[in-house]
T-cell receptor, first 114, second 114 residues
Framework: ETGVTQTPRHLVMGMTNKKSLKCEQH?????MYWYKQSAKKPLELMFV???????ENNSVPSRFSPECPNSSHLFLHLHTLQPEDSALYLC?????????????FGEGSRLTVL | QKEVEQNSGPLSVPEGAIASLNCTYS??????FFWYRQYSGKSPELIMS????GDKEDGRFTAQLNKASQYVSLLIRDSQPSDSATYLCAVVPGPSSNDYKLSFGAGTTVTVRA
């Protein structure tokens, strides 16, 4: 098993669809993150969960809804997205629960909104 | 003002040369600095971390930190075609900040030509 796995790797959806991205980490880490990566832009932090509790919600529109049922799994539920939401969505985990720069990323889910 | 700034490149260097990447940051209280490498179509991977002023060497990579001038750099010696990637600079906020936000630069794309 690789450290952080994401599914699906590619997703195409219409603006009225509902879909979910899944992330699983096999590293025994205590914190998990969702990042958005758009072309030529810095990685944008969306959500942080520390020990299954959301500790950061970086002004993300409500059409993105995270869920962390346990310390190994993280979901991002998507509904009524906009074309500008098309991007690479990266899940990451870290060992510690405080501020850290040592993140382990999954391979990402490439989302296209039509 | 962007929190973390990098030249987007592309930076083209011949095989065997030194690639020099620069990064500046705005939070003077920042204490932790990181370089991630991201191959095309892949996720970011941590390659270097540096916490103190001066140089830190790891194989062909050297990170340099100058807190007074608020810049951190990455040198890649004896550049190889396999070093062709986008390099992301990341900075953890200073202790006065209460969030988990690891600030990323937009990345510098490096191309090593054979």
């Amino acid at each position: 098993e690789t450290g952080v796995t994401q599914t699906p790797r590619h997703l195409v959806m219409g603006m009225t669809n509902k879909k979910s991205l899944k992330c699983e980490q096999h590293l025994g880490h205590n914190a998990m993150y969702w990042y958005k990566q758009s072309a030529k832009k810095p990685l944008e932090l969306m959500f942080v969960y520390s020990l299954e509790e959301r500790v950061e919600n970086n002004s993300v529109p409500s059409r993105f809804s995270p869920e962390c049922p346990n310390s190994s799994h993280l979901f991002l539920h998507l509904h009524t997205l906009q074309p500008e939401d098309s991007a690479l969505y990266l899940c990451a985990s870290s060992r510690g629960t405080g501020a850290t720069g040592e993140l382990f990323f999954g391979e990402g889910s490439r989302l296209t909104v039509l | 003002q962007k929190e973390v700034e990098q030249n987007s490149g592309p930076l083209s260097v011949p095989e065997g040369a030194i690639a020099s990447l620069n990064c500046t940051y705005s939070d003077r209280g920042s204490q932790s600095f990181f370089w991630y490498r991201q191959y095309s179509g892949k996720s970011p991977e941590l390659i270097m971390s540096i916490y103190s002023n001066g140089d830190k060497e790891d194989g062909r990579f050297t990170a340099q930190l100058n807190k007074a001038s608020q810049y951190v750099s990455l040198l890649i010696r004896d550049s190889q075609p396999s070093d062709s990637a986008t390099y992301l600079c990341a900075v953890v906020p200073g202790p006065s900040s209460n969030d988990y936000k690891l600030s990323f630069g937009a990345g510098t794309t490096v191309t090593v030509r054979a």
